[in-house]
């Protein structure tokens, strides 16, 4: 007789083979496998062999497996059956964990069989509904990719992507307003004199505007009257850095108004006319 790591350590390099165990979590578990035959007095028709698993990675990480099959079967099958270990194992931790199987208290056989089989019948029947729901999980993304390829859906969709765009362009809107607003109270009441149309004008943009966010004539307008609050800007020689700030502001809120009617934000200027491109309702 002979100890199964010294027999492993006889068999020659070319009695190994790379082969996989099936797949696994992270893929196919590929290992070294290799055979030697023991018990050689059996039936011709018969074999044993000592199946031996070593890791890609570290040589010396050996696993060993009794084996019996016909004398014909081949070593990948050999290695097939043996991954098969895995889902086994996987079976039973499941149904300890989840119907219970291994929390009895019973001294009888009987006991113990009747136990076995409700936990195993109540594991059959979860892996039932898991498969039941995965198919309707696909059945579901597969009809919401036919979906998505019709009129129809492109054309409820269009309206929720403009409500969320309109809704980006507000934050800026309203973060431009709000510095506006803090720049104004900076200035002195003689340059906040001279800035009052250019104040008025985008408030009647943005009053305009949010009326009716979609109307094509209510957001040329809006654009209009923010082209001509930053015209009607004062550029005075020596102004104040207060009164500077204030002007910057009122071209970032014309400049917000602008996008927020639907101006191509690389179209934007602000010393002439610009027409807003139309949208389908």
Known sequence: QLRADRLAAALPAQAWKRLSAGAGAKGPRVYWWARAPIRPLHDPGDGFWLLVRRSLTEPTDLAYYACYGRAGTPLRELARVAG????????????????????YQVRRYDSWYRHDELAADAVS???????????????????????????????????????????????????????????????????????????????????GMSSDPGDRDAR??????????????????????????????????????????????????????????????
Do not use: Y
């Not at 098969?84 to 929390?103: N, V």
């Not at 654009?223 to 970032?252: C, F, H, K, N, Y």
């Open 84 to 103: 098969t270990r895995w889902a086994i194992e996987e079976c039973f931790q499941s149904a300890k964990g989840e119907t219970g199987l291994d929390q």
């Open 125 to 207: 029947d979860l892996r039932a509904v898991r498969d039941d729901l995965a198919e309707v999980s696909r059945a579901t993304r597969a009809s919401s990719r036919v979906t998505r390829r019709t009129l129809l859906w492109r054309s409820r969709r269009a309206p929720v992507v403009r409500e969320n765009e309109n809704a980006a362009h507000l934050d800026l809107l309203a973060g431009s307003c709000l510095m506006l607003a803090r720049a104004a109270r900076e200035v002195s009441r003689s340059e906040r004199r001279l800035l009052a149309p250019s104040v008025r004008a985008l408030t009647d943009a943005i009053a």
């Open 220 to 281: 040329q307008r809006a654009v209009d009257q923010a082209l001509a609050a930053t015209r009607s800007v004062p550029v005075i020689r020596g102004q104040s850095e207060s009164m500077l700030a204030a002007v910057v502001a009122v071209r970032m809120v014309a400049a917000d108004v602008l996008v927020f009617a639907g101006v191509d934000p690389r179209q934007v200027s602000l010393d002439g006319a610009l027409g807003v491109p139309r949208q389908d309702h």
